[in-house]
């Protein structure tokens, strides 16, 4: 019997196939923050750049917090998830206990005074997004996987973000955390 698909939704994932070849894309994992009949947006979550979040931003106090690539729509502007709404102000619920966006100064201020620990935040270069259709268009193209968010998602490791969830499914589709990134290491 055919598991049914889900459809993408605001705070929902999708996740790569892994034959999907596309620099960008390749095994990401992407958090929608937004999807409505005008597009999609949304945030990779396991493709890290390297870098903290101090080491991009002038003036933004030490904080171990590291950045990713969120997708290659402006990637030169940084972006954040969080759990702390209260804290920050302005922010835009995605569901389950995140939120995107927020009054960057509030931000500055709380990690200055300590009032927030690298598991309640993520930044990224950049953001995902889809104009009008072209999500539904590699849905039918096969290229994406829709899974509802586990809880704690930001907690989660994200070097292994993509296999993991994937063999939590439980579905026939489990099987493709076990594929090689290379087939010539097969």
Not at 7 to 31: A, C, Q, T, W, Y
Not at 49 to 69: A, K, Q, R, T, W
């Amino acid at each position: 019997m055919k598991q049914l698909q889900l459809k993408p939704g605001k705070g929902r994932l999708l996740i790569s196939e892994p034959f999907l070849n596309d620099d960008f894309f390749h095994r990401s994992v992407v958090l929608l923050a937004d999807n409505s009949e005008n597009g999609t947006m949304g945030f990779i979550l396991n493709k890290p750049v390297g870098h903290n979040v101090h080491e991009l931003i002038n003036d933004f106090p030490e904080f171990e917090s590291e950045v990713y690539f969120g997708g290659p729509v402006d990637n030169q502007s940084l972006f954040f998830i969080h759990t702390i709404p209260d804290l920050i102000g302005s922010a835009f619920e995605i569901g389950g206990g995140i939120h995107y966006g927020g009054d960057f100064d509030k931000l500055q201020e709380i990690v200055k005074l300590g009032m927030v620990v690298p598991e309640q935040i993520r930044f990224f270069a950049g953001y995902s997004g889809w104009d009008a259709g072209q999500l539904d268009f590699e849905m039918k193209e096969d290229s994406w996987l829709v899974f509802e968010r586990p809880p704690k998602l930001l907690e989660m490791k994200p070097a292994n973000l993509w296999g993991e969830l994937l063999r939590k499914t439980h579905s026939e589709k489990a099987i493709w955390s076990n594929y090689p990134e290379d087939l010539n290491l097969n």
